[in-house]
């Protein structure tokens, strides 16, 4: 029942809203993979690794990875790339992005603005074993296997200083098409926009030891009514140690935890639905990440964000 729960989760997402790739919750830790502007922004060089497992509990969940790398090559030009793997019996996603971002100094407050483009290489398939459709299901899928590759855009901006920053991006500018042809059939399957808002600031709330930081991350796919909103509040202490709580506006709630040894990072976060039919089935999400911070000379002529 949970496979089949599974499959067709997948099918109503591929066929009525088509393709967009995975998020993460810790989107503060690994913001680079959702604004191409934030390439370089940093005081270090990041080198990040986080692993998503979606709904524990169900046989072929979503699991999702990214790996990424971005950092200053001079004093207004960045670049970074990742790569995202994603995996939801059938559907299995490998996308490669490279982003190029220049920062210019506003010279007020040490507050920078950025623009940023990146592009990306995807590699789409979908594998359907008749026997694990659901009953009723088009048999247009029953025996098809088919695989795609294909290029898109994105773009954003970001302005940031040492105690905020906001952005805005946008992915799948050109809307590629997987539309492919599977027994007669055409199963239609568009990249379609997305759109993403991010904000964030960091108040010092005891001498120089502990900052609260309330953020928001907001995201908007073309065609759907639904604003999807991150709202966020970590305490931080000491630059190395942070806790986290998030509500989502589709009824998930977030805890997340990180510290640092030296210029490792690490981080985990577990999500719950409150609200759905999944609820009753799932033991929630759960997210863990890794960062490697490399200082190079480029590095140190930014004012970057904070610390952590």
């Known amino acids: 029942m ?12 591929a066929i009525a809203f088509g393709q967009q790739e995975p998020l993460f ?5 690994n913001d680079m993979v959702i604004n191409p502007a934030i390439s370089g922004s940093k005081t270090y060089n990041p080198l990040t690794i986080q692993t998503r497992q979606q709904w524990l509990g169900f046989e072929g969940a979503p699991l999702s990875t990214n790996i990424s790398y971005h950092g200053a090559l001079n004093d207004r030009s960045a670049m970074g790339g990742y790569l995202m793997f994603d995996k939801a019996f059938p559907s299995l996603q490998a996308n490669l992005h490279l982003n190029y971002a220049y920062h210019i ?3 007020y407050d040490n507050v920078n603005l950025s623009f940023g483009l990146g592009a990306k290489v995807m590699y789409h398939n979908l594998d359907f074993n008749k026997g694990d459709l659901p009953p009723g299901q088009d048999n247009a899928f029953s025996t098809s296997s088919y695989d795609k590759t294909l290029g898109d ?6 302005l940031y200083g040492r105690n905020f920053y906001l952005g805005f991006a946008v992915s799948n500018l050109f809307q590629s098409s997987f539309n492919t042809p599977i027994n007669s059939s055409v199963y239609g399957n568009d990249e379609f926009r997305n ?12 001498n120089n030891d502990w900052h609260l930081e309330p953020s928001f991350f907001t995201r908007k796919m073309q065609y759907q009514k639904e604003t999807v909103t991150d709202l966020t509040t970590r305490i931080i ?5 942070w806790t986290g709580l998030t509500y989502r506006t589709n009824g998930t709630g977030i805890f997340s935890i990180g510290f640092a040894a030296n210029n490792i990072h690490l981080s985990y976060s577990y999500d719950h639905t409150f609200r759905g039919e999944i609820m ?5 999400t759960h997210e ?3 960062t490697f911070r490399i200082h190079t000379l480029s590095t140190q002529r930014h004012i970057g964000f904070w610390e952590y």
């Open 195 to 206: 759109y993403y808002g991010m904000g964030a600031y960091r108040f010092l709330i005891m």
């Open 25 to 29: 919750t810790q989107y503060y830790v």
């Open 237 to 241: 202490f000491l630059e190395k140690t």
């Open 280 to 284: 009753r089935h799932t033991y929630g």
């Open 2 to 13: 949970k496979k089949i729960f599974i499959i067709i989760s997948v099918l109503y997402s």
């Open 105 to 107: 100094p506003l010279n």
């Open 288 to 290: 863990i990440g890794i």
């Open 153 to 158: 855009a994105s773009s954003g901006t970001y």
